[in-house]
């Protein structure tokens, strides 16, 4: 079974710039969409951006960060980056990244968090000056 954890997170300035990991243990990551999603306090999941597998690399952005994050995959290392730019206090939320079941191959990555299975513990960023 897949393990996820999420890194990078912290407390940064409007305009600064974060870079978050989510490292996969157990199992690789190589053949299954990937998602980042964030939670603010009070407000539901919502999705980021996310990653198909390595066979089709399709990616989603949420129209709040498209041109502002990048989501990139390194197979060797088994782990997910998502750049962060230009933040905003509205991007302030905990981020979670999470994945699919092994076997599951999706031509599009979906956006929906229903879709996926194992979550990482999440990571706090914080924009504010």
């Known amino acids: 079974q897949v393990r996820l954890v999420e890194s990078g997170g912290g407390f940064v300035q409007p305009g600064g710039s974060l870079r978050l990991s989510c490292v996969a243990s157990?199992?690789?990551?190589?053949?299954?969409?990937i998602g980042w999603f964030r939670q603010a306090p009070g407000k539901e999941r919502e999705g980021v951006s996310c990653?198909?597998?390595?066979?089709?690399?399709?990616?989603e952005y949420a129209r709040s960060v498209e041109g502002r994050f990048t989501i990139s995959r390194d197979n060797a290392k088994n782990t997910v980056y998502l750049t962060m730019k230009t933040l905003r206090p509205e991007d302030t939320a905990v981020y979670y990244c999470?994945?699919?079941?092994?076997?599951?191959?999706?031509?599009?990555?979906?956006?929906?968090?229903?879709?996926?299975?194992?979550w990482g513990p999440g990571t706090q960023v914080t924009v504010s000056s």
């Open positions: 157990g199992s690789s990551l190589d053949f299954r969409a």
């Open positions: 990653i198909s597998s390595s066979l089709t690399e399709s990616i």
């Open positions: 999470a994945t699919v079941r092994p076997g599951v191959v999706h031509i599009r990555c979906p956006m929906d968090a229903n879709e996926y299975n194992y």
